[in-house]
Structures are given as structure tokens and as C-alpha cells.
């Protein structure tokens, strides 16, 4: 998409998409740059569930192309908000008070700690996310604050040769909550060719799943999350096909079982 420069009320021009607030294009290939495939810089892509049950994407742009540093959140289909990079507080890690954009110049290939929120005046977006990566790029981590709350976020680095693909929706089966009914909630997926995290919450017992991960093999995977209602872990079997990603869980020690069905967003 084009980029141009936007004003808002207390900060200066950062870039800005033009098709805010309107659909968007699945993008067809990677758009990491080769030069940075072992590097903090690039494209990084993640998924995030809040205590509200909403999922949210983001892609982070760290100088891939030029020296711009931006994120891009999308929610319900929709380019939902273009996000700057704010200046930190050395001595706690925060946001700065006053909020200030941060324009320095990124050194590539050191370690990466920024924090993004809204191009609108500060709390005028509805996210706002810490985000690092180590100097090689690895070991990538995101914590979105998504509507006033907390979350549960997953995140992978893109490479010119491996592009990463996210995928938003929900499960459902047969652990039941006497209260609530079966079990069920929103479940996230941030995929490569090779490799796979998962993120759920249930609404039927009010928990976050921790993130869990394992191999794609031939668009298939196999995924362990350790920890569940009851102690018992659940297993995901699951196969992508072109933009799905489905299958079937089932619980250790029990009876359980169901199925999760997702879209990609990105």
C-alpha cells in the first residue's frame, strides 16, 4: 500500500496508511528484505486475544525498506490504525510523559525495544504495543495492550524466503462448564512453512492458554498446549489450506474433544 505523511495534533508527520479504516489486501509473498534476514530489522507479524475475547494482527516494519520504524494493527477485517514508534524511559522502560515520537535512527542489527501506540493523540487507538527482538532477530516478543486490557500475544519474524501468515477464530467441544455450556473461544495462529504458535483464551472457564508451539510439516502440525482447565493439556491436529487453518483438539486423560476453525488476516 501507499504511505503518506499525516498530521496530528501533537506529533509530528508519521507515515501514515492511506486505506485506514477499509479492507485490505492478503498479501501474496513475504516482504522481508533479504539484506535483513538475520538482523532486529525487517517485517515481523503477530496475533493477539485480550480478556475481552477480541483478536487483533499487527506487522511491524523495522527499517525494512528505509529507515521508517511503524506498526499496523488490523481488527475485523479492516486496517484498523498505522502505529509510531514513542520514546521510551531509560530508567523504567515506559512510555515517556509527554508522549513523544521517536524519529532516531535505527541501528540495524542491535537489539530492538520499542513501544507503539496510536498515530492519533495518545489513547486516541485502541492498542498500544511493547515490542523487541534480539540483534539476529530471534526470539521476537510482543505485549499489545488491546482495549484498556491485557493479552495473550504471539509473534514471528519474517524472511525473504519464509513468509509468516496469521490466522483468527475460535474453537468449541465437548469439556463442559455446568454454568456455561462447552467449552469454547477465540484461538490465533502465527504459521510459517516450518514452524507454528498457537494462542487461545476459553470463555467457557475464563482463561488464557499459554502461547505453545511446534513444526509444520507439509502444511500439517501437531501442537501440545501445556496447560488447560483441569490440568489437562490440550492437543491440536491441524492442516492449512490456503487461507484456513482447521482441525481438531482433544484433552489428555479425558473424553474431550472438538474442533477450531480460523481465517487468515494476514
Given at each position: 500500500m501507499?504511505l503518506?505523511q499525516?498530521?496530528?495534533k501533537?506529533?509530528s508527520t508519521?507515515?501514515v496508511?492511506?486505506?485506514l479504516?477499509?479492507p485490505y ?7 522481508a528484505?533479504?539484506?535483513y534476514d538475520g538482523?532486529?530489522a525487517g517485517i515481523?507479524k503477530?496475533?493477539t486475544?485480550n ?12 527499517a525494512?525498506n528505509d529507515?521508517r520504524v511503524?506498526?499496523?494493527e488490523y481488527?475485523?477485517g ?7 514508534r514513542y520514546?521510551m ?7 515517556k ?5 521517536d524519529?532516531?535512527?535505527?541501528v540495524?542489527g542491535?537489539f530492538f525495544?520499542s513501544i507503539?501506540?496510536?498515530y492519533k493523540?495518545?489513547?486516541?487507538g ?6 523487541a527482538?534480539?540483534a539476529d532477530g530471534s ?12 493479552t495473550l500475544?504471539?509473534?514471528?519474524k ?6 509468516v501468515y496469521?490466522?483468527?477464530?475460535s ?6 462448564n455446568?454454568?456455561v455450556?462447552s467449552?469454547?473461544g477465540?484461538i490465533?495462529f502465527v504459521l ?5 504458535v ?5 470463555k467457557?472457564?475464563?482463561q488464557?492458554f ?8 507439509n502444511?500439517a502440525?501437531?501442537?501440545r498446549?501445556?496447560?488447560g482447565?483441569?490440568g489437562?493439556?490440550f492437543?491440536?491436529?491441524?492442516t492449512?489450506s490456503g487461507?484456513a ?13 472438538g ?6 488476516t494476514?
Open positions: 501507499v503518506m499525516a498530521c496530528s501533537g506529533h508519521p507515515p496508511e492511506t486505506d479504516g477499509k489486501a492478503l498479501p501474496t509473498g513475504p516482504a528484505n533479504a539484506l538482523s532486529s515481523y503477530g496475533v486475544i480478556a475481552q475475547d477480541s483478536l487483533a494482527t499487527f506487522q511491524f516494519n523495522i525494512n529507515e511503524y506498526a499496523l481488527m475485523y479492516l486496517l484498523r490504525d498505522s502505529m509510531v520514546k524511559d531509560t530508567a523504567t522502560q515506559l512510555l510523559f509527554p508522549n513523544q515520537e524519529s532516531s535512527v535505527l540495524r542491535n525495544h507503539f501506540g496510536s493523540p495518545y489513547f486516541g485502541n492498542a498500544t504495543a511493547d515490542f527482538a534480539e526470539f521476537s516478543r510482543m505485549n499489545v495492550n488491546l482495549n484498556a486490557n491485557q500475544d504471539a509473534v514471528l519474517e524472511r525473504s524466503g519464509m513468509q496469521c490466522y483468527e477464530g474453537y468449541e467441544g465437548s469439556y463442559t455446568p454454568v455450556g467449552d469454547n477465540p490465533a510459517t512453512a516450518d514452524s507454528a498457537v494462542i487461545q483464551a476459553s467457557a472457564f475464563g488464557f499459554p502461547s505453545s508451539g511446534s513444526v509444520v510439516v502444511g502440525f501437531t501442537i498446549v501445556a496447560d482447565p483441569g489437562a493439556a492437543i491440536l491436529i491441524g492449512v487461507n487453518c482447521s482441525g481438531t483438539w482433544t484433552r489428555d486423560n479425558s473424553n474431550a474433544s474442533t477450531f476453525t480460523t481465517h487468515r494476514l
